[in-house]
C-alpha cells in the first residue's frame, strides 16, 4: 500500500481512489476515535465518512485537497483567514448539541480543503468529550504559537494566524492555557526543544489576545 501521508503517530495509506487506511504506529484502538468522528457526521460537522474500523487500523472516505497547512506553504492561502477558518471550525464543534466533543489537536495540519465538501477535519485521536471547550480553544492556539516562536521561516505567518484566530474565537481560552501548556508538555511527540519553547508561546498567546 502506498503511503500517502504520516503524522507523529499514525500512517495514512491510500487504499484506492475513494478510501484510505488510517493505522497507528502504536497498535492502538482506532474504533473510539471511528466512534466520535460516527456522531460528529450524524450532527453535520465536517469529519471523513467512517467505512471501517478495527483494531489499530481506520478506513475511512478519501478526501481530495490539500491541507490547509500546505496551502499557507504554498501561499494558496493567507495566515488570517487560515486563523478565522480555525476558529469558524472550533465554534461549530463546540456548538454541536450531545455530549460536548473537543478536537485538541486542531492546526492547519488537520484541516483539508476539499473541492465539494469545503473544510473537512482529520485527525480525531485526541478527541475527548465533556472538557471544557476553552481547552480546545487553548490548545490550537498554542500549537499555532509554538511555530510563530520558532526560527521557522514561515513563524511570521504563524504569528498573524494566531492573531487573527484570538480576535475571531467566541469563547474563551487564556483561563485555559496553563492546562493547555501541561497537556503539550506531557506529549511524549514533542521534542525536547519545543517542550521548552512553550513558556514563550504561552507568553505570545497572552500577548496577542484581545
Known amino acids: 500500500m502506498e503511503i500517502i501521508g504520516q503524522g507523529r503517530t499514525a500512517d495514512v495509506h491510500a487504499l484506492d481512489e475513494e478510501r484510505v487506511l488510517r493505522r497507528y504506529r502504536d497498535g492502538g484502538d482506532a474504533t473510539r476515535e471511528a466512534a466520535v468522528m460516527a456522531r460528529l457526521a450524524d450532527r453535520g460537522y465536517p469529519v471523513p465518512a467512517v467505512l471501517h474500523a478495527r483494531g489499530p487500523d481506520l478506513v475511512m472516505e478519501r478526501l481530495a485537497g490539500p491541507s ?5 506553504l504554498t501561499g ?10 480555525i476558529a469558524d471550525l472550533l465554534d461549530r464543534l463546540h456548538a454541536l448539541p450531545g455530549d460536548g466533543v473537543v478536537h485538541l489537536d486542531l492546526h492547519p495540519g488537520n484541516v483539508v480543503l476539499t473541492a465539494d465538501r469545503g473544510p473537512v477535519v482529520i485527525d480525531w485521536q485526541t478527541a475527548e468529550e465533556g472538557t471544557p471547550p476553552g481547552l480546545d480553544r487553548a490548545v490550537s492556539a498554542l500549537i499555532l504559537a509554538e511555530v510563530a516562536v520558532s526560527p ?3 513563524a511570521p ?3 498573524a494566524g494566531l492573531a487573527s484566530l484570538l480576535t475571531a474565537l467566541r469563547g474563551p481560552a487564556l483561563p485555559h492555557l496553563p492546562a493547555a501548556r501541561a497537556r503539550r508538555a506531557a ?5 525536547a526543544e519545543e517542550v ?6 504561552e507568553d505570545l498567546v497572552r500577548t496577542l489576545a484581545p
Open 76 to 85: 494558496a492561502y493567507e495566515p488570517e483567514p487560515a486563523g478565522e477558518l
Open 152 to 154: 521557522a521561516p514561515y
Open 157 to 159: 505567518g504563524a504569528r
Open 187 to 191: 506529549d511524549p511527540n514533542l521534542t
Open 68 to 72: 490547509l497547512l500546505d496551502a499557507l
Open 196 to 201: 521548552a519553547a512553550l513558556g514563550a508561546a
